[in-house]
């Protein structure tokens, strides 16, 4: 079965630009989390979307934001780019919440704002 | 968040045994141990999770010790491919706050 699908995969921006990026989740899946990866920072939790509802967010600014389909493909936001955003931006999905559902990464998308 | 320790690096040599531990002493118990490794330019991948019993699948298998403070996940016999950061995370059962917190994780060195 397809895996999950982040696109698009390499993307330049400039600063003070926005950016929207997508997710589509393994078919059923109805938990979307978004992580942001950076050298410095290592993993960090965005924000987390199930049925359509954000459950959870990660300690980053407003100029992140996301959404969640009826069809649980997402979509993350990030308006006003700085250089700082450049990273690595996972999407992950999983069948149900819980601790006893493990969740599938997608390659990630590599934003890099120049 | 319930924390993790784990080394900041091992290194093994080709078809032998890896044992990566981790430490978590304020798991509480709904908490599930779960492991996932990042290849280099690539995503996480999950690996195993569990709770209380050890459990195998065709990635690894997962020794978890009988007060819970501790476990080992074990990749029976080690390839090239399995040179990767690996991520010993906690996640409560009851659900709810679905965040993965990665600390820095293991980066394992296979050698040929």
């Known amino acids: 079965k397809a895996g999950v699908t982040q696109t698009p995969r390499y993307l330049i921006k400039t600063r003070g630009q926005q950016v929207t990026l997508s997710c589509s989740p393994i078919s059923g899946h109805r938990s979307v989390s978004w992580y942001q990866q950076t050298p410095g920072q290592g993993l960090q939790f965005l924000f987390e979307?199930?049925?359509?509802?954000?459950?959870n967010k990660g300690n980053f600014p407003g100029r992140f934001s996301g959404r969640q389909f009826s069809n649980s493909r997402s979509e993350m936001n990030v308006s006003t780019l700085e250089l700082g955003d450049s990273a690595l931006y996972l999407c992950?999905?999983?069948?149900?919440?819980?601790?006893?559902?493990?969740?599938?990464f997608g390659s990630g998308t590599r934003l890099t704002v120049v | 968040d319930a924390k993790t320790t784990q080394p900041n690096s091992m290194e093994s040599n080709e078809e032998e045994p890896v044992h990566l531990p981790c430490n978590h002493s304020?798991?509480?118990?709904?908490?599930?141990i779960h492991w996932y490794r990042q290849l280099p330019s690539q995503g996480p991948e999950y690996v195993i999770h569990?709770?209380?019993s050890n459990v195998n699948n065709r990635m690894a298998s997962l020794a978890i010790a009988e007060d819970r403070k501790s476990s080992t996940l074990i990749l029976h016999r080690a390839t090239l491919r399995d040179a990767a950061v690996y991520y010993c995370?906690?996640?409560?059962?009851?659900?709810?706050?679905?965040?993965?917190?990665f600390g820095k994780g293991t980066k394992l060195t296979v050698n040929p």
């Open positions: 304020t798991i509480s118990g709904t908490d599930y």
């Open positions: 992950a999905s999983s069948l149900a919440t819980g601790g006893g559902y493990g969740y599938t």
């Open positions: 569990g709770l209380t």
């Open positions: 979307y199930f049925s359509e509802t954000q459950r």
């Open positions: 995370i906690l996640r409560d059962g009851r659900g709810g706050s679905e965040k993965l917190v």
